[in-house]
């Protein structure tokens, strides 16, 4: 199974497919549209969000960072005058400095990961979407900001008026990604935000073309008329979308076979292209996630 991923609601899945299949069966195409540097070192939020998630070593009390980390270096380093923005945990900023190093080194992200999954013990395939470098930048009425200094440092809070992706143009998916997404198994674009983690995959030269040629589900990630976490919803009506699964169908229904939304959505959808199908999506613990997944890897096989 392939699965296209942001940092929460796919790695919920992923944490709950685990539980049923072999790592080997799975492939992870991961949003890196908002990576960032930070005190030196490169932080891939979702790409490490998916790591940890398939390492058995997430916080999932938050699905970011490892589980009961420390933050004493990004304290003491507040403390000396230099605050990072973001809060790093201290075995976190190790994986971000294995990277670093490996980068400087002369690996490709991909390269990166690869190895970096080998020495977490994953045996999943976990695929960066591009070796080139996206960011995803937040037009609000006073200032333009990069994704994490909306999201993390603002909280969210500013209204948004656009959102775009620098470097969208110029970047292309691995060849990697491409023959992931050429191998004729279904692909499952997971309850992620279509805007800021989905949608940057999709705006890759020649994703869209691939996937009209695939086995495509897609699962929602709103749940009536609001994201179960994270800025999707605030996100979608900047773009004029109606925050509902019918707004997210649109998003993807050139090349969808079959959508699932959740048993809570008020409404029926009726699509002419694609088939529907309505599930308990909610994945609030670890049993909830595996039963979801078993009717996601049953679905995926019909
Ligand atoms: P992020 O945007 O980088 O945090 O990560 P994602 O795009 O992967 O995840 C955010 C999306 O996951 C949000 O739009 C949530 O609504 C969705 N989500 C989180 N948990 C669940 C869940 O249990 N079920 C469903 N259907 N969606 C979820």
Redesign the pocket.
Known sequence: MILL????????LIQGLVQIIPQEEITVIV?TA?DLWVSGNPVS??LD?VLYTLAGIIDDSK?WGIKDDTFRTHEHLKSIGHDEGMLLGDLDRGTHILRGELIRNGMSLTAAISEMRARFGISATVLPMSNSSVSTIVETPDETLGFQKFWVELKGRPEVLDIRFDGIDEAKPTPEVINALESGETIVI?????I???GPILALEGIKEVLKKAHVIA?????GN????????KFMRALGLEVSSRGVLDCYKDFLDLFIH?IRDGYEIEDKTCRVIKAD????TCE??KA?AELVYEVSHN
């Open positions: 991923s942001g940092g929460t609601g796919t790695p919920k949003n908002d939020p979702d969000t699905w997971g309850p992620s935000n279509p800021t983690s989905i699962i929602s990630p709103i749940v609001e994201p179960v976490s994270g800025p999707a919803g959740d999506t909610m994945m609030t909830r996630a979801f």
